[in-house]
């Protein structure tokens, strides 16, 4: 008896345990099938603490983010997810001054099944990915274009999500950058505003930011000669990050920045000292475009100091990298511009596919959906022809360096001088893009080309050249006018000009020489540029 009772009572236990067994195998499936609900949402925990480290790599090192983030992309299925990880690897090619690459990731998004309907939070991220991709190549009026219409939807402005809000922040610091570049400050200042109210101190990338708009707020404070508040503001950003010691980046444009002021303080010996201690920090750093920076600053503060040495040494680093990375930004301008028409030619064919696959019973239906896809063809290349004659533009630019000057802002044409149908408004609107060029400084770019100011002010060829030819004998006179004022009134307005050889002047000012530049300031002047600085010279000594 005592032997079927343990008997019963040992089956009773097992029976008891597969019970157990079995609830707990549906517990566990049922935390499972949560677990991977919530992986595939849009932002899950997990993935948030990924991407934040991987953004956090793209200020340290640009191979190991590229290395690490590449690895969470390939164990990560989510399309969103996937998205924000290329993003992130394509901003640290561009760093590294490979545009090529970092438009070739930017490109992988076009493999996605165009039968997906994108997510709202992928629409606008998308259109964030194409105006920064644009910004890097220095295409500001595309990029700018892209940001003014997205910061124009009010569910995007005023939405709560999380990584809608960051994606707004960089939007509106893109749009601060734009209007930097045309000497905007006032905006440049409302805009980095704007950008720190999307922002918070909930992880890394809301902090990095906040930190990179502090940078680029100081750097407008300098160019509107507001030294005080400047020092007083990149001096606590430098605090800030020395603490940190995790961010060499931007402790490096930070140094880069005060090295600046020193350089305007004509104290030559601190600005060299900065600039020393922000190339140390990412001297074994794939940072390129930040190098150049450094490189170009140091050439120029040492040779202030007349150590020869120390200014061919960086002049040759900064010339080197200088010329990688051009050549890199021309391929990736290529390659963007064909990407987009190419991406947007195969929206066409797979809507065209899709309607020969249907089956319509009713002719009328039939029929208009024929209409639909027509009319839809003709607005996708009505809004492909800008995109396509930039890139026959850049098909045709060639690698002749050019030597430009400031030209008159009262230009003037005749209608009997003009080959091309040409309006009245057409002409207008070209001078007045003109105008805004010729108070920047782009034309200092050696690349500087008809084609490539075009694509610029996204103006056809033809009629800028037209406009160009009715003042000045042609584009190359117009560009040397420009540069050849531009020094002009550096030699009559800063001291420090005087001091500097006429192959420094020529170099600075975008010419591919010094005779080249000794050729044109003759012409321009009237006077070789030695006997124009001794003249400035006499003049300031009375």
Do not use: W
Not at 115 to 133: G, P, R, T, V, W
Not at 503 to 517: N, R
């Amino acid at each position: 008896m005592d032997f079927t009772r343990t008997i019963q009572k040992s089956t009773k236990n097992k029976l008891s345990r597969q019970k157990l067994f079995q609830k707990s195998r549906r517990i566990l499936l049922f935390l499972f099938i949560c677990c991977s609900f919530i992986t595939n949402g849009q932002s899950g925990p997990d993935f948030k603490i990924l991407a934040d480290k991987a953004f956090l790599k793209l200020y340290q090192n640009s191979d190991e983010c590229i290395s690490y983030t590449q690895g969470i992309l390939v164990s990560d299925q989510n399309t969103e997810h996937k998205i924000v990880l290329q993003n992130i690897i394509s901003q640290a090619f561009a760093m590294k001054g490979d545009y090529v690459q970092s438009v070739n990731i930017f490109a992988q998004k076009e493999d996605s099944d165009p039968k997906n309907e994108l997510s709202y939070f992928m629409q606008i991220f998308s259109d964030y990915n194409l105006a920064d991709q644009y910004q890097n190549l220095g295409l500001y009026n595309q990029s700018k274009r892209i940001i003014s219409q997205l910061l124009s939807d009010q569910k995007l402005l005023k939405s709560n999500d999380p990584a809608l809000r960051i994606t707004t922040a960089k939007l509106y610091q893109l749009q601060a950058l734009n209007s930097g570049i045309n000497k905007d400050y006032p905006a440049a200042f409302k805009n980095l505003d704007k950008s720190n109210q999307y922002l918070n101190n909930d992880n890394e990338e809301n902090r990095i930011l906040k930190t990179e708009n502090r940078i680029f707020h100081s750097a407008y404070l300098l160019k509107q000669n507001r030294m005080v508040k400047y020092k007083v503001l990149i001096e606590s950003i430098i605090s800030d990050l020395e603490h940190q010691k995790n961010q060499p980046f931007l402790l490096a444009l930070a140094y880069e920045s005060l090295s600046q002021y020193y350089f305007l303080k004509q104290d030559y010996t601190t600005s060299v000292e900065k600039l020393e201690a922000g190339r140390f920090l990412i001297e074994n750093l794939p940072f390129n475009n930040l190098k150049i920076k450094i490189y170009e600053s140091l050439s120029r503060s040492y040779y202030a100091l007349h150590n020869d040495v120390k200014y061919h040494q960086y002049n040759k680093l900064y010339n080197d990298l200088k010329t990688k990375t051009d050549a890199s930004s021309k391929e990736g301008i290529r390659y963007i511009i064909k990407l987009v028409e190419t991406s947007q030619n195969k929206s066409i064919e797979f809507q065209k596919l899709m309607f020969l696959k249907s089956f319509l019973p009713l002719i009328l239906a039939l029929f208009l959906i024929v209409v639909g896809l027509f009319t839809y063809f003709l607005i996708t290349k009505s809004k492909n022809k800008d995109l396509k004659k930039q890139f026959d533009f850049f098909e045709k630019q060639s690698n002749e360096k050019l030597q430009p000057v400031l030209l008159n802002k009262a230009f003037s044409t005749t209608k009997d001088a003009v080959t091309t149908k040409m309006s009245r408004g057409k002409e207008d609107e070209i001078l007045q893009k003109l105008e805004e060029f010729e108070k920047s400084n782009r034309y200092l770019n050696k690349n500087m080309s008809l084609s490539m100011l075009s694509s610029q002010m996204e103006i056809n060829p033809k009629y800028l050249s037209e406009v160009i030819n009715n003042k000045e004998k042609n584009f190359n006179g117009y560009i040397n006018k420009l540069r050849i004022n531009h020094i002009v009134q550096l030699l009559k307005n800063d001291s420090t000009f005087l001091n500097y050889k006429v192959s420094y002047l020529a170099e600075y000012s975008g010419f591919s020489s010094h005779s080249a530049f000794t050729t044109v300031f003759k012409s321009v002047t009237g006077m070789s540029p030695n006997a124009y600085i001794q003249e400035i010279s006499k003049t300031k000594a009375i």
